[in-house]
């Protein structure tokens, strides 16, 4: 029974998978979220997701034109700002579509990124439509309680208040339903937003309550109370509009690219990672270093595959531009310049019973540093390497997991020179240790 409240409002029913092909869970980076006020402009990307739309606007319109005619017979002003409220919800979806249409078209000459973008200008004009709404309804409620009217009709009043909640609560039902089938998490919010209007609703029978009750004042109040929630999803609205107008991204994206990097074998590391929405189509530019000495096709081989774990990772990914770095070298001849060499023994490929990787001598802005990259995260891994050096000393570098990259451990220090030693790779996580050996050596004419 508990669990069945807890879903209804919304706290229950939403640990289904919802981005196809990839097992990992990253918070939001995958999806878009959604904005209280505003339909994702993802769900309208699938006709299912338009159909959804196309009748959650039809049944908050028939509920809005219902109440519109008892706001005539009764004169309240709170059943006058939950009826805008239902109207401004409803009508949200048409600059939407309009958007949408306009976005299906091919680039051209003139726009040659097509015209995703008119989906943000819908947004600006969808937003000042709620704002409209908000300051009439505002105005009607302060009015009111300045001079007082008499509320009449009351019992048409709270069936109006009924009638919005059910009209909200089966677009919350249907919504939630067509969701869960196409795996989109922005259609369950916004189902979820419609229940949460419907109870604001209610509140319009609680109104009627108190006016019934010998409290004349009730009903402007609740009005002016709805207003509040309505200038609250004006100002949830607004930001999430022109962050994205300035091309603006919520950070678990940028996250979720560099996440998506770590998974594949031969880079670097990440130098570089850029986002930004084109409507409801997500562009990324990343930056890449990895092993200058690498052929054509070695590369292209490393892009394809960053490619398609970037798509797994974001599905509404819609472009990935990859480009390779020339810092690698440029990092060598600045080493170089400063320590008089670099030359970098292959990497030590290990397969442990707590994790596997490569560990290898790398370039860094800061410098060499041992780092070892890890296929798998694995929780609390400590890794240190101890090398061996003439007259039994032992350098001892530990490996520190970075913030960004929770694959990657590098060491604060660089390793002594020469680049040629017997070392041991310890490694330890949940109580268990491991020791694995293993011979680095300069390359072939390098040693010293």
């Known amino acids: 029974m508990l669990n069945k409240v807890r879903d209804w409002f919304g706290f229950g029913g939403l640990d289904q998978p919802l981005s196809a092909g990839h097992g990992h869970s990253h918070g939001d980076g995958g999806g878009h979220g959604h904005t209280h006020g505003l339909i994702d402009p993802s769900i309208a990307a699938t006709e299912r997701g338009v159909w959804a739309v196309k009748w959650s606007f039809a049944i908050l319109a028939v509920t809005a034109a219902i109440q519109f005619a008892v706001v005539l017979v009764s004169g309240s002003v709170a059943l006058l700002a939950d009826m805008i409220h239902n109207v401004g919800d409803a009508t949200t979806a048409i600059p939407l579509w309009i958007a949408f249409v306009l976005a299906r078209r091919k680039p051209s000459k003139t726009f040659t990124y097509g015209l995703g973008r008119a989906e943000d200008l819908a947004g600006i004009l969808i937003v000042l439509i709620i704002l409209f709404s908000a300051v009439v309804a505002g105005y009607q409620a302060i009015s009111r309680l300045l001079h007082p009217e008499p509320v009449q009709q009351l019992g048409w009043l709270a069936v109006a208040g009924v009638i919005g909640f059910i009209g909200n609560e089966a677009v919350a039902v249907f919504r939630i339903r067509v969701g869960r089938q196409m795996n989109s998490a922005a259609l369950i919010a916004d189902g979820y937003h419609a229940r949460t209007d419907g109870i604001t609703s209610l509140a319009v029978v609680l109104g009627a309550a108190g006016v019934w009750l010998g409290f004349p004042l009730a009903d402007p109040i609740i009005g002016l109370l709805i207003t509040v929630a309505i200038f609250g999803i004006v100002w949830q609205s607004s930001r999430a509009v022109v962050t994205r107008m300035l091309d603006g991204v919520d950070p678990a994206v940028v996250n979720e690219l560099q996440h998506a990097a770590e998974h594949v074998p031969g880079i670097n590391r990440v130098l570089e990672t850029k986002a930004r929405w084109l409507g409801h189509e997500l562009h990324a530019d990343v930056t890449i270093a990895v092993d200058d000495s690498l052929s054509l096709a070695e ?134 240790i491991e020791e694995l050996t293993f011979h680095m050596a300069e390359p072939e004419g390098h040693h010293h």
Do not use: C, W
């Open 299 to 432: 590369a292209n081989k490393i892009a394809g595959l960053l490619d398609h774990e970037l798509r797994e990772h974001l599905p509404a990914l819609a472009e990935a531009n990859i480009r390779f770095s020339r810092s690698g070298k440029a990092a060598s001849a600045l080493t170089e310049a400063h320590a008089g060499h670099h030359h970098a023994p292959e990497p030590f490929l290990f397969e442990g019973k707590l994790a596997k990787g490569e560990l290898q001598i790398v370039d860094t802005p800061e410098g060499e540093r041992m780092q070892m990259m890890v296929s798998e995260h694995v929780q609390d891994l400590r890794a240190v390497v101890v090398i061996k050096r003439p007259g039994d000393r032992a350098e001892t570098l530990p490996l520190l997991p970075s913030i960004r990259h929770h694959h990657n451990y590098t060491s604060q220090e660089a390793p002594a020179e020469p680049h040629e030693f017997d070392a041991t790779l310890q490694l330890s996580a949940a109580g268990q």
